[in-house]
C-alpha cells in the first residue's frame, strides 16, 4: 500500500494554540490573545493506494483562502490567530494529478475533521463518497457551525458527506471504531476532542501500522508529552484520545502522522515508529 503525505501550503498559528495554555475554555482565550506566532507549518493531507481504490484523507487549504473576505472578519480566530500560504498548484487536485491518481480513481475522501485547512480542497470531489463523522457534521453546520469557527459558506453547494456512525467496536484501546476497506487493513477511528466529530484513520501494514491522527496533536513530540492544543473544546477528551494513541503504539509499531508536523513526510518515508522508550512513562 502506498502512503502518500500531500503538503498544501502552510499555516502560522499562535503559540499558545500549538501548545495550549491553561486549562478548559481559558485555553481559547490564550489562543486569541497570544502575539506569538509559530513559524509556518505544513498542511498535510493524505493519499492510500489502496486494491479499493484510492483512499484520500483530508484535503488541505485551497489558494482561495488567501482572497480578502474569503474567512470571515467578524470571526475572532481568523482575525487573531492563523495566516495561511496555498499557491494553486499546491491545492490537493494538481497534486494528486502530479501523483498520476485521477479523479475516477479516489474511492473516499475521509475527513478527520472539518476544519478549513482540512476542507478547503472539497471542491476537487464532486462526484466522490466522503465520509465525515456524524457529530462532526452535526458540529460544523449551520450558523452555528460558523460561530465555532468553520467557514460553512465555502463548502461547495453540493458538499453532502456520508456520516459516520461509531458503534462500540474496539480496536485495542480504541473503543469505537468502524473498518473501512473490505480485507480491513484501513480503519476509522474516533478520536474526538480537537473537535467532536475528530478521527482517525489506522492503516495496518502488517509489521507496523501508520496512524493518520489529523490534528490529535500539531507535533509527536507534544504527542509524546501529552499537550492538548489551544482551541479543542474537549480538553479532556483530546487528552483521552492521546492516551489511547499511545497504548496503541505501545503495543503496535505505530507511525505518528499529523497534519501540521513538519517531521510527518519523513517520518512517513522512513516509517519511523514512535519511539517505545518514549512512550513508557517515567517511574
Ligand atoms: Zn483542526
Not at 44 to 65: C, K, L, M, N, P
Not at 118 to 141: D, V
Not at 162 to 179: C, E, M, Q
Not at 201 to 228: H, K, P
Request: glycine share 10%; charged share 20%.
Amino acid at each position: 500500500m502506498k502512503i502518500h503525505a500531500i503538503q498544501t501550503g502552510t499555516v502560522a498559528i499562535t503559540t499558545a494554540w500549538r501548545e495550549g495554555v491553561g486549562h478548559g475554555r481559558r485555553r481559547l482565550v490564550h489562543t486569541l490573545a497570544d502575539r506569538n506566532w509559530t513559524e509556518p507549518l505544513p498542511i498535510y493531507a493524505f493519499a492510500i493506494e489502496h486494491s479499493d481504490g484510492v483512499i484520500v484523507v483530508d484535503t488541505g487549504e485551497t489558494a482561495r483562502a488567501a482572497e480578502p473576505g474569503y474567512f470571515p472578519r467578524w470571526h475572532p480566530v481568523f482575525r487573531l490567530a492563523v495566516r495561511e500560504w496555498i499557491e494553486p498548484e499546491q491545492e490537493i487536485g494538481p497534486q494528486l494529478e502530479q501523483l498520476g491518481i485521477g479523479r475516477a480513481d479516489v474511492r473516499w475522501v475521509v475527513m478527520t475533521h472539518l476544519h478549513t485547512d482540512h476542507a478547503g480542497g472539497l471542491h476537487h470531489f464532486p462526484n466522490t463518497e466522503i465520509l465525515a463523522a456524524r457529530p462532526e457534521i452535526e458540529y460544523a453546520s449551520g450558523l452555528r457551525g460558523r460561530v465555532r469557527g468553520y467557514p460553512n459558506a465555502r463548502w461547495p453547494s453540493w458538499f453532502d458527506p456520508t456520516p459516520v456512525n461509531f458503534a462500540p467496536d474496539s480496536l485495542g484501546p480504541f473503543p469505537h471504531t468502524v473498518r473501512l476497506t473490505t480485507a480491513g487493513d484501513v480503519t476509522l477511528v474516533s478520536l474526538p476532542g480537537h473537535s467532536p466529530g475528530h478521527m482517525g484513520v489506522l492503516i495496518d501494514e502488517g509489521e507496523r501500522s501508520v496512524l493518520l491522527a489529523g490534528d490529535s496533536s500539531y507535533t509527536e513530540e507534544l504527542l509524546l508529552r501529552g499537550v492538548v492544543d489551544g482551541v479543542g473544546p474537549d480538553e479532556r477528551g483530546e487528552r483521552l484520545a492521546q492516551e489511547r494513541i499511545r497504548a496503541y503504539a505501545r503495543a503496535h509499531p505505530t507511525v505518528y502522522l499529523v497534519a501540521h508536523d513538519p517531521q510527518t513526510s519523513v517520518r512517513l518515508a522512513e516509517r519511523r515508529v514512535l519511539g517505545q522508550s518514549a512512550l513508557t512513562p517515567a517511574a
